[in-house]
């Protein structure tokens, strides 16, 4: 079955320094995967996609990165302020799936200390 | 726009009891989806619809009934409520679109808080 995986639920890092979160996948070949950021309380909030063909994207202080080989993304926040703080969310969209089914990784709890 | 709204936000049950949960999107989507969040869980797919009059089930569907009667609404069903039901539950929507440009983004609502005793 498909599984997706976050790196250690939480992270903890000082303000100013870059957050980097994993993303890692088994048994299924996505194409395309999307980030979403998370505050207490609330609905989950879009952040990024990156596609398979894609190697890098870019957003402002984020930047996320696709290896289709070792099944894998990576999420950095530079520069990363007390306001990054949340939990963000990976999820990789399978390859056939336009019919719908869209499965979120646990999550990964950032916290920015100044 | 309002975007998507959950109604209710918070409810109470004893168990054995059944319960609807309203999602409205107000954006055109033809996706819709319901979700649970529990601690330490994340978010688990529940049930989903790809346009008005079809449901699908996700990974997690049982104990759960849903109905897209339209277009613009989705509803989620509990018959008889089961502690194991405790959690919080997110609505999202997103539209079909296809191309370079489209993200899949998916809006959420802003959840519902189910306790059952």
């Known amino acids: 079955s498909q599984k997706i995986e976050q790196n250690s639920e939480a992270l903890n890092i000082q303000e100013g320094k870059t957050a980097t979160l994993t993303c890692n996948y088994t048994n299924y070949s996505p194409a395309y995967l999307q980030w979403y950021r998370q505050d207490p309380g609330r609905g989950p909030v879009f952040l990024l996609l990156i596609r398979e063909n894609e190697k890098e994207k870019r957003k402002e202080r984020l930047k996320v990165t696709f290896d289709t080989t070792l099944k894998q993304s990576l999420f950095h926040i530079t520069a990363s302020q007390p306001a990054d703080s949340a939990t963000y969310l990976c999820?990789?969209?399978?390859?056939?799936?336009?019919?719908?089914?869209?499965?979120f990784g646990r999550g990964t709890q950032l916290t920015v200390w100044p | 726009n309002a975007g998507v709204t959950q109604t209710p936000k918070f409810r109470v049950l004893k168990t054995g009891q059944s319960m609807t949960l309203l999602c409205a999107q107000d954006m055109n989507h033809e996706y819709m989806y319901w979700y649970r969040q529990d601690p330490g869980m994340g978010l688990r797919l529940i049930h989903y619809?790809?346009?008005?009059?079809?449901?699908a089930k996700g990974e997690v569907p049982d104990g759960y009934n849903v109905s897209r009667l339209k277009k613009q609404n989705f509803l989620l069903g509990l018959e008889s409520a089961a502690p194991s039901q405790t959690s919080v539950y997110f609505c999202?929507?997103?539209?079909f679109g296809s191309g370079s440009r489209n993200t899949g983004e998916l809006f959420f609502g802003e959840g519902s808080r189910l306790t059952v005793l």
């Open positions: 999202a929507s997103k539209d």
């Open positions: 619809s790809v346009g008005e009059g079809t449901t």
């Open positions: 999820a990789p969209w399978a390859r056939g799936s336009t019919l719908g089914r869209l499965y």
